[in-house]
């Protein structure tokens, strides 16, 4: 049972990441228009707008094979945070204005639906990766 749960959790996970590197990269004047109207330093929204769809999709890859699936989910926990983190920063008002980049279906969240979206893959990632973890620990 727990090995098909975290397999619905991996293939959710890389749904996840595929869509939101493909909604960038599908509308990419928007997605880049999005970044650059963020509150960040030019140089970081240069270096975020080719890294963060490349990241997405490399994680989705990770995801797909067992051999580095342990390092998708790890990259994958390090994309939610990071995002989970942008979220809370909004939320708790640290810019003064910020739009949203996201794309896709996701554009449509609040931000308070935003962070609880991230939270609940937030926690799916985590489960997978310590069942990963607890599983390779087991047969070592």
Same mark, same amino acid.
């Given at each position: 049972m727990k090995s098909?749960? #975290?397999?619905?959790i991996v293939f959710l996970l890389i749904t996840l990441f595929a869509y939101t590197a493909f909604i960038k990269l599908l509308d990419y004047n928007e997605y880049v228009s999005g970044l650059q109207s963020q509150p960040l330093p030019d140089w970081l929204v240069r270096l975020l707008i080719p890294? #963060?769809?490349?990241?997405e999709f490399t994680c989705a890859i990770l995801l797909s094979f067992q051999v580095t699936r342990t390092v998708g989910l790890a990259v994958g926990l390090t994309l939610l945070v990071l995002f989970t983190s942008y979220t809370v920063m909004v939320l708790l008002h640290v810019f003064p204005h910020v739009p949203c980049p996201c794309g896709g279906i996701i554009r449509h969240l609040s931000w308070k639906q935003h962070l609880a979206f991230n939270l609940f893959f937030l926690f799916l990632n985590g489960i997978a990766l310590w069942r990963r973890r607890k599983t390779k620990h087991i047969h070592a």
């Open positions: 098909r749960s #975290t397999a619905i890294l #963060t769809p490349l990241v």
